[in-house]
């Protein structure tokens, strides 16, 4: 069965400084990963997708089959980066495709 | 700026009482979820439609949650009896389809549920 993993329910870290939220998964099939945010009293909204390769708010992910892993990077981190984000992987099974997501990690980042 | 709608956004109840949520997808997306997020679960996926018909509601305690969607505007997320561990966050989420594959899921305002 799938499953995706987010090791930390907390992160902080102070502004300026690098972030690394961790998500591992497992999965038999083609995987394809997302990554979503939920700011403060905001719904949760899509960041990025490991297939479109592409930097949303400086974030970066890399897919990396080998350690299936799909980590989210900063390499500064804003105040206002701090909010819950999930991991999400991207499933096929007889009812069709849908996500299942980790358990979320919360950032906070300090002034 | 179509978004998906949730009401109501607060919902406290005692035990043992009916509880029904109510979400209106975005118009045109033919996919629809309804997620349960609690601190110690994150997101759990309750349940899956796809025009209409529901495809998978594995992630639900069938004997007392129910899930439906009595047109394309309206999904309904039913609890009966409430019991205090239902106390959690509901959202909804809709999205477009092709090819089989919900290219992103859109997700409601949640609503907030306190059984007593």
């Known amino acids: 069965a799938q499953r995706v993993t987010q090791p930390e329910k907390l992160l902080s870290v102070f502004k300026g400084a690098p972030v690394e939220l961790k998500c591992n998964y497992s999965?038999?099939?083609?995987?394809?990963l997302f990554w979503y945010v939920q700011y403060s009293r905001q719904r949760l909204q899509l960041l990025l997708r490991?297939?479109s390769r592409e930097s949303i708010k400086g974030f970066t992910a890399d897919l990396n089959k080998g350690e299936t892993s799909f980590h989210l990077k900063k390499p500064f981190a804003q105040e206002e980066d701090s909010a819950m984000y999930y991991c999400?992987?991207?499933?096929?099974?007889?009812?069709?495709?849908?996500?299942?997501f980790g358990g979320g990690t919360r950032l906070m980042v300090k002034p | 700026d179509a978004r998906v709608t949730q009401t109501p956004r607060h919902k406290v109840t005692e035990m043992g009482q009916e509880v029904t949520m109510r979400c209106q997808p975005i118009?045109?997306?033919?996919?629809v979820f309804w997620y349960r997020q609690t601190m110690m679960q994150g997101l759990e996926l309750l349940a899956y439609?796809?025009?209409?018909?529901?495809?998978?509601d594995s992630g639900m305690p069938k004997d007392r949650f129910s899930a439906e969607m009595p047109d394309a505007t309206l999904a309904t997320l039913k609890i009966q009896p409430s019991e205090p561990r239902d106390s959690a966050v509901y959202f909804c989420?809709?999205?477009?389809?092709?090819?089989?594959?919900?290219?992103?899921?859109?997700f409601g305002p949640g609503t907030r549920l306190t059984v007593l």
């Open positions: 439609f796809r025009n209409r018909a529901p495809l998978d």
């Open positions: 999965y038999s099939g083609s995987p394809e």
């Open positions: 490991h297939i």
């Open positions: 118009l045109g997306h033919n996919t």
């Open positions: 989420a809709s999205g477009p389809e092709a090819g089989g594959y919900t290219i992103e899921q859109f």
């Open positions: 999400a992987l991207s499933t096929f099974n007889n009812a069709g495709n849908m996500l299942t």
